[in-house]
Protein backbone atom coordinates (compact mmCIF):
# COMPACT_ATOMS: atom_id res chain seq x y z
CA UNK A 1 0.00 0.00 0.00
CA UNK A 2 0.94 3.84 -0.27
CA UNK A 3 2.74 4.91 2.32
CA UNK A 4 2.09 8.62 2.05
CA UNK A 5 -1.75 9.90 1.06
CA UNK A 6 -1.68 13.71 0.17
CA UNK A 7 -5.18 15.78 1.08
CA UNK A 8 -6.70 17.45 -1.49
CA UNK A 9 -6.38 15.43 -4.69
CA UNK A 10 -7.55 18.61 -6.26
CA UNK A 11 -6.91 21.80 -5.31
CA UNK A 12 -7.63 25.13 -7.42
CA UNK A 13 -6.93 28.49 -6.13
CA UNK A 14 -6.58 32.01 -7.81
CA UNK A 15 -3.14 32.83 -9.19
CA UNK A 16 -1.62 35.28 -6.30
CA UNK A 17 -3.37 33.35 -3.34
CA UNK A 18 -1.78 30.39 -1.12
CA UNK A 19 -1.85 26.88 -1.88
CA UNK A 20 -1.23 24.32 1.09
CA UNK A 21 -1.10 20.45 0.38
CA UNK A 22 -0.70 17.82 3.06
CA UNK A 23 0.56 14.42 3.29
CA UNK A 24 0.25 12.04 5.67
CA UNK A 25 2.10 8.40 5.78
CA UNK A 26 2.22 5.28 8.20
CA UNK A 27 5.23 4.25 9.11
CA UNK A 28 8.60 6.17 10.61
CA UNK A 29 10.50 8.32 8.90
CA UNK A 30 14.00 9.33 8.16
CA UNK A 31 12.90 12.18 6.01
CA UNK A 32 10.20 13.57 3.91
CA UNK A 33 10.45 15.11 0.46
CA UNK A 34 8.48 17.18 -1.83
CA UNK A 35 8.22 16.63 -5.97
CA UNK A 36 6.28 18.38 -8.39
CA UNK A 37 5.25 16.61 -11.61
CA UNK A 38 4.14 19.35 -14.72
CA UNK A 39 2.04 17.13 -16.99
CA UNK A 40 3.32 15.32 -18.95
CA UNK A 41 6.99 15.46 -17.53
CA UNK A 42 8.88 13.73 -14.87
CA UNK A 43 8.95 14.38 -11.15
CA UNK A 44 11.44 17.40 -9.75
CA UNK A 45 12.70 16.94 -6.54
CA UNK A 46 11.73 20.14 -4.46
CA UNK A 47 12.57 19.89 -1.17
CA UNK A 48 13.78 17.54 1.43
CA UNK A 49 12.42 18.11 5.40
CA UNK A 50 14.58 15.68 7.97
CA UNK A 51 12.77 14.13 10.69
CA UNK A 52 14.76 16.12 13.63
CA UNK A 53 13.42 19.34 11.40
CA UNK A 54 9.76 20.98 12.07
CA UNK A 55 10.18 23.52 9.08
CA UNK A 56 11.90 24.28 6.45
CA UNK A 57 11.73 26.92 3.48
CA UNK A 58 13.03 27.62 0.06
CA UNK A 59 12.07 30.48 -2.04
CA UNK A 60 8.08 30.61 -2.05
CA UNK A 61 7.68 26.93 -0.25
CA UNK A 62 7.51 26.29 3.00
CA UNK A 63 7.60 22.73 4.50
CA UNK A 64 6.86 21.39 7.61
CA UNK A 65 6.90 18.29 9.85
CA UNK A 66 5.15 16.74 12.53
CA UNK A 67 6.16 13.73 13.05
CA UNK A 68 3.98 12.87 16.34
CA UNK A 69 1.01 12.69 13.81
CA UNK A 70 2.92 11.76 10.40
CA UNK A 71 1.75 14.65 8.84
CA UNK A 72 3.67 17.16 6.36
CA UNK A 73 2.34 20.39 5.10
CA UNK A 74 3.86 22.23 2.02
CA UNK A 75 2.61 25.84 1.68
CA UNK A 76 3.42 27.64 -2.14
CA UNK A 77 3.04 31.51 -1.03
CA UNK A 78 2.34 34.08 -4.10
CA UNK A 79 1.18 31.63 -6.40
CA UNK A 80 1.88 31.75 -10.19
CA UNK A 81 0.20 29.99 -13.17
CA UNK A 82 3.32 28.46 -14.04
CA UNK A 83 3.32 26.41 -10.23
CA UNK A 84 0.12 24.79 -11.78
CA UNK A 85 1.06 20.68 -11.42
CA UNK A 86 0.98 17.69 -9.42
CA UNK A 87 2.69 17.69 -6.24
CA UNK A 88 3.72 14.73 -4.52
CA UNK A 89 4.50 14.16 -0.99
CA UNK A 90 7.61 10.90 -0.82
CA UNK A 91 9.12 9.22 2.03
CA UNK A 92 12.36 7.23 2.64
CA UNK A 93 11.52 3.36 2.02
CA UNK A 94 14.47 0.90 2.05
CA UNK A 95 16.68 1.49 -0.48
CA UNK A 96 14.09 3.87 -2.26
CA UNK A 97 11.34 6.75 -1.74
CA UNK A 98 7.80 5.79 -1.15
CA UNK A 99 5.24 8.14 -3.30
CA UNK A 100 1.66 9.44 -2.43
CA UNK A 101 -0.98 9.91 -4.82
CA UNK A 102 -0.45 13.11 -5.25
CA UNK A 103 -2.46 16.87 -5.23
CA UNK A 104 -3.28 18.17 -8.52
CA UNK A 105 -2.99 22.09 -7.93
CA UNK A 106 -4.56 24.57 -10.63
CA UNK A 107 -3.82 28.05 -10.66
CA UNK A 108 -6.35 30.39 -12.25
CA UNK A 109 -5.22 33.81 -13.78
CA UNK B 1 21.83 17.50 -21.80
CA UNK B 2 19.37 15.89 -20.52
CA UNK B 3 20.17 13.89 -16.99
CA UNK B 4 17.89 10.66 -17.69
CA UNK B 5 16.86 10.00 -20.97
CA UNK B 6 14.27 8.09 -21.86
CA UNK B 7 13.25 6.23 -25.26
CA UNK B 8 10.79 6.12 -26.32
CA UNK B 9 8.31 8.79 -25.10
CA UNK B 10 5.51 7.28 -26.67
CA UNK B 11 4.74 3.18 -27.72
CA UNK B 12 1.65 1.87 -28.62
CA UNK B 13 1.28 -1.53 -29.07
CA UNK B 14 -0.33 -4.33 -29.43
CA UNK B 15 -1.44 -7.23 -26.66
CA UNK B 16 0.69 -10.23 -26.46
CA UNK B 17 4.26 -7.85 -28.41
CA UNK B 18 7.29 -7.47 -26.78
CA UNK B 19 8.65 -4.10 -26.22
CA UNK B 20 12.02 -2.73 -24.57
CA UNK B 21 12.53 0.70 -23.31
CA UNK B 22 15.95 2.47 -22.64
CA UNK B 23 17.46 4.89 -20.01
CA UNK B 24 20.86 6.74 -19.74
CA UNK B 25 21.95 8.82 -16.88
CA UNK B 26 25.35 11.20 -17.60
CA UNK B 27 24.90 12.28 -13.63
CA UNK B 28 27.59 9.80 -12.91
CA UNK B 29 25.23 8.36 -10.51
CA UNK B 30 25.21 4.47 -9.25
CA UNK B 31 21.56 3.84 -8.26
CA UNK B 32 18.79 3.57 -11.21
CA UNK B 33 15.48 2.80 -11.15
CA UNK B 34 12.33 1.80 -13.14
CA UNK B 35 9.00 3.18 -11.49
CA UNK B 36 5.28 2.54 -13.02
CA UNK B 37 2.45 5.48 -12.81
CA UNK B 38 -0.83 4.44 -13.17
CA UNK B 39 -3.73 6.35 -14.63
CA UNK B 40 -4.65 7.62 -11.06
CA UNK B 41 -0.83 8.97 -10.42
CA UNK B 42 0.09 6.18 -7.84
CA UNK B 43 4.04 5.60 -8.49
CA UNK B 44 5.69 2.77 -7.75
CA UNK B 45 8.73 1.30 -7.34
CA UNK B 46 9.70 -1.50 -9.88
CA UNK B 47 13.34 -2.21 -9.89
CA UNK B 48 16.39 -0.86 -9.11
CA UNK B 49 19.86 -1.41 -9.86
CA UNK B 50 22.79 -0.18 -7.87
CA UNK B 51 26.22 -0.59 -10.02
CA UNK B 52 24.69 -2.88 -12.57
CA UNK B 53 23.10 -5.46 -9.66
CA UNK B 54 20.16 -5.34 -8.61
CA UNK B 55 19.15 -4.34 -5.16
CA UNK B 56 15.18 -3.79 -5.49
CA UNK B 57 12.65 -6.23 -7.50
CA UNK B 58 8.97 -5.20 -5.80
CA UNK B 59 6.76 -8.37 -7.03
CA UNK B 60 6.90 -7.34 -10.58
CA UNK B 61 5.44 -9.70 -12.92
CA UNK B 62 8.43 -12.17 -14.97
CA UNK B 63 7.37 -10.60 -17.87
CA UNK B 64 9.56 -7.50 -16.98
CA UNK B 65 12.66 -7.65 -17.31
CA UNK B 66 15.34 -5.02 -16.40
CA UNK B 67 18.80 -4.81 -17.84
CA UNK B 68 21.69 -2.59 -16.62
CA UNK B 69 24.81 -3.20 -19.02
CA UNK B 70 26.47 -0.43 -16.91
CA UNK B 71 26.01 1.77 -14.44
CA UNK B 72 24.82 4.66 -17.12
CA UNK B 73 22.13 2.62 -18.52
CA UNK B 74 19.12 0.79 -17.06
CA UNK B 75 16.76 -0.77 -19.72
CA UNK B 76 13.30 -2.50 -19.01
CA UNK B 77 11.76 -5.56 -21.66
CA UNK B 78 8.89 -6.40 -21.50
CA UNK B 79 7.34 -10.03 -22.97
CA UNK B 80 3.88 -10.72 -23.55
CA UNK B 81 2.33 -7.71 -22.72
CA UNK B 82 -0.84 -6.94 -21.22
CA UNK B 83 -3.68 -4.40 -21.45
CA UNK B 84 -2.79 -3.78 -17.74
CA UNK B 85 0.80 -2.91 -18.46
CA UNK B 86 -0.57 0.64 -19.88
CA UNK B 87 1.35 3.13 -17.56
CA UNK B 88 3.91 5.89 -17.53
CA UNK B 89 7.18 4.42 -16.94
CA UNK B 90 9.57 6.62 -15.13
CA UNK B 91 13.33 5.79 -14.96
CA UNK B 92 14.99 7.72 -12.25
CA UNK B 93 18.43 7.91 -10.97
CA UNK B 94 20.71 8.84 -7.53
CA UNK B 95 23.81 9.04 -6.17
CA UNK B 96 23.51 5.70 -3.83
CA UNK B 97 20.53 3.97 -3.22
CA UNK B 98 17.81 5.59 -0.84
CA UNK B 99 17.32 8.71 0.29
CA UNK B 100 19.79 12.07 -0.50
CA UNK B 101 18.92 15.80 0.15
CA UNK B 102 18.99 16.38 -3.63
CA UNK B 103 16.38 13.56 -4.06
CA UNK B 104 15.89 11.51 -7.00
CA UNK B 105 16.40 12.59 -10.89
CA UNK B 106 13.70 11.32 -13.16
CA UNK B 107 12.95 10.96 -17.11
CA UNK B 108 10.56 12.85 -18.57
CA UNK B 109 8.72 9.15 -18.96
CA UNK B 110 7.18 6.76 -21.45
CA UNK B 111 3.71 6.01 -22.17
CA UNK B 112 3.12 2.81 -22.86
CA UNK B 113 -0.26 2.41 -24.37
CA UNK B 114 -1.56 -1.38 -24.81
CA UNK B 115 -4.21 -2.48 -27.18
Known amino acids: SQQGEEDPQALSIQEGENATMNCSYK?????LQWYRQNSGRGLVHLIL?????REKHSGRLRVTLDTSKKSSSLLITASRAADTASYFCATDGVQKLVFGQGTRLTINP | DTAVSQTPKYLVTQMGNDKSIKCEQNLGHDTMYWYKQDSKKFLKIMFSYNNKELIINETVPNRFSPKSPDKAHLNLHINSLELGDSAVYFC??????????????FGSGTRLTVV
Open chain 1, 49 to 53: IRSNE
Open chain 1, 27 to 31: TSINN
Open chain 2, 92 to 105: ASSPIPGVLAGGYT
